[in-house]
């Protein structure tokens, strides 16, 4: 199939910035370069199954939302494949088979898997399906035969446990899977986007997010909330740039051309940042020019969700078909993995051939 991108995220509630920055800003990348020849883009309910069990309805009524945060942040149904994970059976089918090739021990290590059980008070009691769900990102990467995931840092460890299980699994059967690379972000700040609080991984959950549908008031009221230096009480102190959030998120975010367009008194981020330190800047200034970069890059985004949003069944329309495309090409997969596992039983006419012989020479 050539070189393949494969991405998606759980329908757990509208995209962030942490979203954003983590992958969906690579991908639309990705996307518009021309550089790749299949790019699937799927909406992973089943995994949000596997801590939602008892509020389906929650993935049920956020499907549509993570859609339009995809449309509107520019990915192009004519350019890549959105499909819906619990749709494709082939993946549930791979999955167990996989889990075959890794022990409990390994899944046990994952330090992705060590922090969400921790996160979500799963420690004393972890339901088997969460616990198995690195196994079930690798089927997803697989049966696509993926080579290009792009994620942020805290995915590298899945990443690698699924090149562990497709070498295993070519060595054992034969040279059917395809080991996925990671594409992380492209500067430190995007590899993890802490939330406004400052004081955890941007969440849903910790109510720490600035959403790409938020309004420009709604993100103002998020800057201007936002930590920054504790020790900064007044204009003429030194700041501290390390562990403020305001400059932790210009550093994600800005473009030198901002400085132009919204603070032209100052040329770069790095003599913004020097000012800061040496005393004599105020941190509403500050949070004022994040606001105005944060608004220049999320307007668009707005305008592009409200057209959608006038359309919801071609949302749905965009879905059903992306996913009867997707399953073609499953189904292609998993018949050369049964194939490579001597389970096609009903297509293999040597199979047959030879039992007839044993049993017919009796």
Request: proline share 5%; glycine share 6%.
């Amino acid at each position: 199939m050539g070189k393949v991108i494969l991405t998606g995220d759980r329908p757990t509630g509208k995209l962030h910035l942490g979203h954003y920055v983590g992958s969906l800003r690579r991908r639309v990348q990705l996307q518009n370069a021309g550089d790749y020849d299949r790019m699937f883009v799927f909406m992973a309910d089943v995994q949000a199954l596997t801590d939602n069990a008892d509020n389906p309805e929650k993935i049920r009524q956020n499907i549509v939302e993570v859609a339009l945060d995809y449309l509107a942040a520019g990915l192009d149904p004519e350019k890549c494949t959105f499909f819906m994970q619990s749709q494709i059976p082939e993946l549930a089918e791979l999955t167990v088979y996989l889990m075959n090739l890794v022990t409990v021990s390994r899944v046990q290590r994952n330090p992705t898997v060590k922090t969400e059980i921790k996160m979500r008070n799963f420690e004393a009691n972890i339901p088997l399906g969460f616990f198995c769900y690195p196994v079930s990102q690798a089927a997803d990467i697989t049966l696509f035969k993926s080579t290009t995931i792009p994620a942020g840092e805290d995915q590298e460890p899945m990443i690698e446990l699924t090149r562990e299980l497709v070498r295993h699994f070519n060595s054992t059967y034969g040279d059917v899977l395809v080991e996925p690379n990671i594409v992380l972000p492209d500067n430190q700040a995007s590899m993890r986007l802490p939330g406004t609080d400052g004081k955890a991984k941007m969440s849903k959950s910790l109510g720490n997010c600035i959403y790409l549908s938020d309004s420009a008031e709604d993100v103002w009221q998020s800057v201007r909330s936002m930590y920054t230096d504790p020790d900064h009480l007044r204009v003429d102190d030194p700041g501290k740039v390390e562990g403020n959030m305001v400059f932790t998120y210009l550093d994600a975010f800005c473009q030198p051309e901002d400085f132009a367009e919204f603070w032209p008194e100052y040329q770069s981020l790095d003599e913004l940042k020097a000012h800061y330190c040496h005393g004599g800047l105020g941190d509403m200034k500050c949070k004022k020019f994040l606001n105005s970069v944060l608004n220049k890059m999320l307007e668009p985004m707005r305008l592009r969700r409200r057209e959608f949003e006038q359309d919801i069944p071609e949302i749905f329309n965009i879905l059903r078909k992306g996913t009867e495309q997707a399953r073609a090409v499953a189904a292609q997969t998993m018949d050369e993995v049964r194939r490579a596992m001597q389970i096609d039983y009903f297509n293999d006419a040597e199979l047959i051939r030879q039992q007839s012989e044993k049993f017919c020479s009796k």
